[in-house]
């Protein structure tokens, strides 16, 4: 199983990889915001210092492959068809994101619309966010085909 967690005080969350039975704990990367594992590969975000951005890694941490390189916060993750969903920017007073994919082999990137997401879901075919705008989270649906 893999899991993001803090592993130091104030610090940004990492990711661990565990066995089922609660053994074997290990710390793999460091100031992970977002994971998701798709045939046996680990997809993360991160943003530190001079490695921003989406990779690849193999289960077992030993091969690390980056895909996407950017200077925003990317959060939210979803898998569906070859492709990963993901939230791209902050918020703030003058903070925008946007909701964008990149399919597994790194090809691809697409941004798919601003939006003030939180985090995505799919339902069926439909991608789905909070909008998070004063205060409100109301559900939004985002068709990523069209």
Do not use: C
């Not at 005080?9 to 710390?27: C, M, N």
């Not at 793999?28 to 977002?34: G, K, T």
């Not at 980056?66 to 990963?84: A, C, E, K, N, T």
Request: glycine letters at 12%; hydrophobic letters at 35%; zero cysteines.
């Amino acid at each position: 199983m893999y899991f993001m967690m803090q592993d130091k005080e104030h610090a940004p969350d990492s990711l661990f990889r565990i066995k089922t039975d609660g053994t074997g704990k290990k710390k793999l990367q460091d100031e992970v915001n977002a994971v998701t594992v798709v045939d046996g590969w680990v997809y993360y975000a991160t943003v530190s210092a001079g490695k921003t951005g989406i990779y690849k890694m193999s289960a077992d941490g030993t091969v690390n492959i980056p895909l996407y390189s950017s200077d925003q916060l990317m959060g939210g993750f979803q898998y569906r068809d070859v492709w990963i969903y993901f939230i791209s920017g902050s918020f703030g007073i003058m903070g925008s994101a946007s909701i964008e994919k990149i399919r597994i082999d790194g090809t691809g990137h697409t941004a798919l619309g601003n939006a003030r997401a939180t985090s995505l879901y799919f339902a069926g075919a439909d991608l789905y966010y909070p909008s998070a705008f004063d205060g409100d989270n109301e559900l939004r649906k985002l068709e990523p085909g069209k």
